[in-house]
């Protein structure tokens, strides 16, 4: 018996040393914790652009999920996102995930929506809007990113009258024909027509107004 337990002993040693180490939390709260773990990737200008722009994702999600506290956290790291959609030759690819960030960061949130208007948010967002995507060299995906424009424009809109009046300001007659040209594309998949939603909260005139 004793060779027994002695071998029962020698195994539990082994399996017990081998454990991994308990995670060591940057922040008590589990998601500030994953929040700051993200935005180390989000900062790190040596990783490839994809892998920030996915970080800039995480950060959205778990900022919209995590409550209050992790919503002012991620105030923090909206430049950072910003920065990323204003860098030359991005791939709709890096420009959506960013733009699906920045939408959960904001949403609800006048704190982190004022932060990306500080951060000239609105006018990089009519800038994507006006590019061409019928142009030879243009990506294919390019309406996808103005969809996502669309959708980010009401999210930071639905409850801040002040991003209303910017985009009157800015925006001029240019937003109002972009939009009205957005709505009448296919928006398959989506829960609603974003254009046509952001459309009636500038309280643009009905096309039938003009006939």
């Not at 790190?44 to 950060?59: F, H, M, S």
């Not at 420009?95 to 982190?112: A, D, E, M």
């Not at 300001?169 to 009448?184: A, D, F, H, P």
Request: proline letters at 5%.
């Amino acid at each position: 018996m004793g060779i027994v337990f002695s071998a029962l002993k020698t195994c539990y040693n082994f399996y017990t040393s081998a454990k991994e180490p308990v995670l060591k939390l940057i922040d008590p709260v589990f998601h500030h914790h994953k929040i700051k773990i993200y935005a180390m990737d989000l900062r790190n200008t040596e990783l490839p652009l994809e892998e920030r722009a996915k970080a800039a994702l995480y950060i959205g999600l778990l900022a919209y999920t995590g409550g209050v506290g992790a919503g002012n956290i991620s105030t923090q790291y909206i430049q950072d996102m910003v920065d990323i959609l204003i860098m030359p030759d991005t791939s709709t690819k890096v420009r959506i995930l960013v733009l699906k960030g920045l939408s959960s960061v904001c949403y609800i949130n006048p704190v982190n929506q004022n932060e990306a208007k500080a951060h000239h948010l609105p006018e990089i967002m009519l800038s994507y809007l006006e590019e061409d995507e019928d142009s030879a060299e243009a990506d294919p995906d390019v309406v996808l990113v103005k969809f996502w424009v669309c959708y980010l424009m009401t999210v930071v809109c639905c409850n801040n009258m002040s991003y209303i009046r910017l985009f009157h300001e800015i925006g001029g007659q240019t937003l109002e024909k972009r939009l009205e040209y957005l709505s009448n594309m296919e928006w398959f998949g989506w829960p609603q027509n974003y254009a046509t939603l952001m459309y009636i909260f500038m309280g643009y005139p009905s096309p039938e107004a003009y006939k």
